[in-house]
């Protein structure tokens, strides 16, 4: 019953928006700095940080892992909370380096479980970081879920209000087909309806999944 209702929800959502084209970014690297940068930010604060890392040709672990840790608050100001991210970033690097000589090739053959967990006890790397990581930077079949994913599938009654986010994920993953792709799109188009129609006051008319039963919250 709940794969077919996330099935017709994924459905009336890709219908409605099309492919999302996530997760931009030209390298692993790349899309791993943009997840941690796009904590507490919008993505075009993220795009700013990015371009200017690019720039000054630094955007990659070697070259951050010598980058003062001043020098690289500056290049991320624009993403706000610079001084936390660039913490969190340098952390990041910090455990590439330590453990796997600073090449994310060498993180291609750990396990998805045990890659999870590492990256898990990096200070400042949280479940839809990490994830987001897994997914998009290395793609393995892991679903990212993050408060728009729990607004709209507790107000469609797929799950209980006080939900956390492995029980979240657990509900998506666990009932959807093993695909990185559609895991990757799905998200990305809960993300969507999520800012567009089913905002913390929701605005159902218009909304692709107005037709399906749900429940408002506010």
């Known amino acids: 019953m709940i794969s077919t209702q996330l099935t017709e929800i994924y ?42 890392l690019k720039s000054a040709d630094y955007l990659t672990p070697e070259k951050l892992y010598h980058l003062e840790v001043s020098q690289l608050a500056e290049y991320i100001r624009p993403a706000g909370y610079y001084n936390i991210k660039t913490k969190r970033l340098k952390n990041f690097i910090n455990w590439l380096f330590d453990n796997y000589d600073g090449q994310l090739a060498n993180l291609e053959t750990v396990d998805t479980g045990q890659l999870r967990a590492e990256l898990l006890s990096i200070n400042g790397i949280g479940f839809e970081t990490a994830d987001s990581i897994l997914l998009y930077a290395f793609e393995r079949l892991i679903f990212v879920v993050d408060a728009y994913t729990a607004r709209i599938a507790f107000r469609h ?42 905002k913390p006051k929701a605005r159902c008319p218009g909304c692709p999944l107005e037709k399906l039963p749900h429940s408002l919250d506010d």
């Open 157 to 198: 009654q797929l799950i209980e209000p006080d939900a956390n986010y492995e029980q979240l994920r657990e509900l998506f993953q666990s009932n959807l087909p093993e695909d990185t792709q559609l895991f990757n799109e799905y998200h990305a188009l809960l993300v969507r309806i999520g800012k567009e129609f089913c």
């Open 11 to 52: 459905q009336l959502l890709f219908d409605s928006f099309g492919p999302q084209h996530w997760w931009p970014g030209q390298s692993q690297f790349e899309i791993i700095t943009g997840a941690i940068l796009t904590q507490n930010t919008s993505w075009a604060n993220v795009e700013k940080a990015i371009v200017n």
